[in-house]
């Protein structure tokens, strides 16, 4: 039975999680109220609150759950056997950037970057600091997996120059949910553009 009502609390948590994107992406985050959210997941406005504190709770759960599937999907990339530098780390960061609008809104994106920056000492920021920090660690193991297969030069510093390609990742990120006219495909191009040099410094042969 324990397992039954588990199940059914997750399909609860999620039909919630999934009525509050739709109404974000509808009327926008400020505008959508719990309420309607609740009515829309078919639950109460009490039950909504045994699951989340408020909206803010809420996108970050979604965050989270953005992120929690693109790093379940990175380590199936890196487990693969590349034979070169840039095609293990553009599909690595296609990946994030491909997925990064299947919850979440450009609108949203903004919201929560604003609330993990205006508000850092909240449980929100350091939520969101640490999934940032578990995705750079991800692009950091991929270049240590890359480079015990012979892959990247011996002499490269895999965390530093993981850190760094993640902390330019990060920022085309930014750039790109602050323009509602970039589309993903432009942005991963310039990313690959930008992190070409890095790439061919990196490689053993």
């Known amino acids: 039975m324990s397992g039954l009502r588990a199940q059914k609390k997750a399909d609860k948590n999620r039909r919630i999680l999934e009525a509050a994107t739709t109404l974000f992406r509808k009327v926008g985050y400020d505008s959508a109220r719990i309420e309607d959210i609740a009515e829309m997941a078919g639950v109460s406005v009490g039950t909504f609150y045994n699951y989340f504190k408020n909206k803010g709770d809420m996108l970050m759960a979604t965050v989270s759950m953005e992120v929690e599937e693109v790093?379940?999907?990175?380590?199936?990339?890196?487990?693969r056997e590349h034979e070169d530098v840039a095609t293990a780390l553009f599909e690595?960061?296609?990946?994030?950037?491909?997925?990064?609008?299947?919850?979440?809104?450009?609108?949203?994106?903004?919201?929560?970057m604003s609330l993990s920056i205006a508000q850092p000492e909240t449980p929100f920021s350091?939520?969101?600091?640490?999934?940032?920090?578990?995705?750079?660690?991800?692009?950091?193991?991929?270049?240590?997996?890359?480079?015990?297969?012979?892959?990247?030069?011996?002499?490269?510093?895999?965390?530093?120059?993981?850190?760094?390609?993640?902390?330019?990742?990060?920022?085309?990120?930014?750039?790109?949910?602050?323009?509602?006219?970039?589309?993903?495909?432009?942005?991963?191009?310039?990313?690959?553009?930008?992190?070409?040099?890095?790439?061919?410094?990196?490689?053993?042969a």
């Open 92 to 112: 690595l960061i296609g990946k994030y950037y491909d997925h990064s609008l299947t919850y979440l809104s450009k609108e949203m994106w903004r919201t929560a």
């Open 126 to 204: 350091q939520r969101y600091t640490a999934l940032d920090h578990r995705l750079s660690k991800q692009v950091c193991d991929l270049f240590a997996a890359l480079q015990s297969r012979g892959v990247v030069r011996k002499d490269i510093d895999c965390t530093a120059t993981g850190e760094l390609v993640f902390n330019n990742v990060n920022m085309m990120f930014i750039e790109f949910v602050k323009d509602e006219d970039m589309d993903v495909d432009g942005l991963k191009q310039e990313v690959e553009r930008q992190s070409q040099p890095l790439v061919w410094m990196m490689s053993a």
């Open 71 to 79: 790093l379940a999907a990175g380590e199936a990339i890196i487990a």
